[in-house]
């Protein structure tokens, strides 16, 4: 399951990919020349991706923040505007956690909602380990519960317009400019959230902290991708997923100890402080510097790098620094997103990556939503607070631990196709298998049928939410390593974008008060059958080179899943390395070996002839000597 990958100037002929030789070009063979040259993944290395890590946990405090300060209440009216005695109480699901109040006669449209849901003082009761939250502050129940869910909205777009935005800056004015930007930024309008005093200018801010949280969090992704070699990337990426689970695990607990709402936003804010310090000590990618030939900046990082990890310079046997000095007079050259739109098969690795992310994480609230079931009565576990939500968060712990040992055997598209066929396996099984239990085995026991649904429902959501999570987790990731250097930041902020459009699905769902959700998980069901297929197009770029520049993302061709079982049934397609192809070792093929008899046949008969021409030659001579010599005498 290698890749064919060249590392020179690629040339397409006829669906042929062939190079040329590029004798003397080291720099930018920057994993098996320069890194190694400089240390490998050394001590300076390891600090870096450290500090990567420890923001981290942070990002996860933000991503999950709404769960507290946007959580539902119980709700009931003290002093009810119209007369109570015709008052009852009822419950009206809020995202996935049940939301009592009180609803007039019993009835179930808009017209008795907006005549009844008149009330002067509320008494709300959390759950979410806070004693006020957004809700709570501004009587957001009844007919202004519309506003929650567009208050959701705002940080999810903000973060789809932040990772298009920054992708494509962090492109054009490298990593670490984006970062710290969205550091200083993130500050300000994070704790100006906290100050809020109304809705929409709580929605607002949101929307930009969720843009330089998307800033922040794609930055330290490639930053972290460009400082591995092949072998560490996915486990160093991996450690900092299970940091923002952390994140998220302790979540409740930090919630619980701030108690306001605004306390516990700026507890979330205040942390990214300490990031400021990253504007001296961590230092611009050098593979991007590389990549965009800025080898005056190069020069003087390579140098750092080599002495914080020990290396002594003046052995370089193979000419890098030489080299290097001869490039100093280059100009710095920058690529864009848009120079997608001109390959031939980049673009549609990062269009089947982007559907992936898409439909992981559209799909994942589609379990999500059945696992925690506001119109089930009976299932009582599930109807607490802390009981969904660490339900969830122990889910995707699970799905991490067990993409590890799948990636590493199975590799990042074998891993990616497993993972998607159980997603859509669950999904098919919980919208098909349930009614068949149903409407032909148990038609006549309804208690036995309606527990057999229940349990089935709840099983197949687990394994949903834990296939579906590991999908985009490695969409992500596969994203960062088949994209070019030059444009790896526009490439993983259109993946990550997508993502932010399947999370969306969630919070339009709920402002739609779950109408059409049989709808939303059929569609989603559909995509994760296209991304099976699609997945198959993808090349394997596991113990690979990353990219650097257009043409040698252009060289990740694809592979077939299984090793080739002989060496004549080799591809020779996707494996040709010059241009003159070289079909020496088809030799075994039912043609080749009737030509080859053919051959041999005719060699045989040739030399025959000429030992027949010979004989009768000599036999020539020999009579015309003897009968020269009769004369003769």
């Known amino acids: 399951m290698a ?38 993944f050394g001590r300076y290395q390891k600090q870096l991706i450290a500090l990567t890590w420890i923001p981290a946990f942070f990002i996860g405090f933000s991503q999950f923040s709404d769960y507290f300060l946007l959580a539902q209440p119980n709700s009931t009216c003290l002093h009810p505007t119209v007369n109570p005695g015709n008052w009852t109480t009822f419950n009206v699901t809020q995202g996935s956690t049940p939301a009592p109040y009180l609803y007039g006669n019993g009835t179930h449209n808009d017209t008795d909602i907006n005549d ?15 004693s006020q ?3 709570t502050k501004w009587h957001l129940v009844c007919d202004s519960v519309w506003k929650v869910h567009i208050a959701k909205f705002s940080l999810v777009v903000g973060s789809i317009f932040g990772y298009l935005v920054m992708g494509v800056l962090a492109d054009w ?14 500050l300000v309008f994070g704790l100006t959230v906290a100050f809020s005093t109304n809705v929409p200018m709580f929605s607002t801010l949101r929307f930009f902290e969720g843009f330089c949280l998307a800033g922040i969090t794609l930055s330290l992704y490639v930053l972290r991708i460009e400082l591995c070699l092949p072998g560490w990337r996915f486990s160093m990426t991996m450690v900092a997923n299970f940091v923002v689970l952390g994140g998220q695990l302790l979540m409740p607990g930090l919630a619980a100890v701030c108690g306001d709402w605004q306390v516990l936003q700026a507890v979330i804010i205040c942390p990214f402080v300490l990031m400021l310090s990253y ?3 961590f230092p611009e990618s050098l593979r991007w ?22 290396v002594d310079t003046e052995l370089d046997s193979n000419g890098i620094l030489a080299e290097l000095e001869r490039e100093l007079e280059k100009r710095p050259e920058r690529s864009c997103i848009v120079t997608l739109v001109r390959t031939r098969n980049l673009w549609k690795n990062i269009v089947v990556l982007c559907v992936n992310s898409l439909a992981g994480y559209g799909i994942h609230h589609c379990f999500a939503r059945s696992l925690i079931d506001p119109e089930s009565s009976d299932t009582t576990m599930f109807h607490s607070f802390y009981a969904d939500y660490y339900t969830m968060a122990g889910v995707a712990v699970a799905s991490c631990v067990a993409l590890c040992p799948a990636v590493g055997y199975m590799g ?16 098919l099984l919980q919208l098909g298998l349930l009614n068949l239990i149903g409407k032909y085995s148990l038609r006549h026991d309804i208690v036995l049928r309606d527990t057999l649904n229940k349990k089935f429902s709840v099983a197949f959501s687990i394994i949903g939410m834990f296939s579906s999570h590991a999908v985009s987790n490695l969409s992500i990731f596969f994203c960062a390593e088949i994209t070019p250097t030059v444009i790896r930041g526009g490439g993983l902020g259109l993946v990550l974008a997508s993502a932010g459009f399947g999370m969306l699905t969630a919070p339009i769902m709920e402002l739609h008060n779950q109408k059409g959700y049989f709808l939303h998980h059929v569609i989603f069901s559909c995509c994760t059958l296209i991304c099976i297929i699609c997945i198959l197009l993808l090349p394997e770029p596991r113990r690979q080179a990353l990219p650097e520049s257009i043409g040698d993302g252009e060289t990740y061709t694809r592979q077939p899943l299984l090793l080739p079982k002989r060496p004549g049934e080799q591809h020779l397609l996707l494996t040709a390395k010059s241009e003159t192809r070289d079909y020496s070792r088809v030799q075994d093929t039912p043609v080749h070996q009737a030509a080859a008899a053919a051959a041999a046949a005719a060699t045989a008969s040739t030399a025959i002839a000429s030992t027949s021409t010979a004989t009768v030659v000599e036999a020539e001579v020999s009579e015309n000597g003897t009968a020269n010599g009769v004369r003769s005498s």
């Open 412 to 427: 990042r598209r074998g891993g990616l196709l497993l993972f998607m066929i159980i997603t859509a396996l669950a999904s």
């Open 289 to 310: 510097l590389l990549s965009t030939q800025q080898y005056c900046r190069s020069k003087t990082l390579m140098h750092h790098i080599a002495k914080k990890n020990g």
């Open 173 to 186: 004015f490298g990593r670490h400019p984006v970062l710290i930007v969205s550091v200083l930024f993130m």
């Open 279 to 281: 504007v001296w000590v």
């Open 3 to 40: 890749v064919a990958r060249l590392d020179t100037e690629d040339h397409q002929e006829n669906g042929f990919v062939s190079s040329e030789p590029a004798l003397g070009r080291l720099l930018p063979q920057i994993d098996g020349c320069v890194l190694p040259f400089l240390g490998g």
């Open 133 to 135: 939250n957004v809700v």
């Open 116 to 130: 009844q849901c008149l009330c002067t003082e509320w008494k709300f009761e959390l759950h979410a380990g806070l």
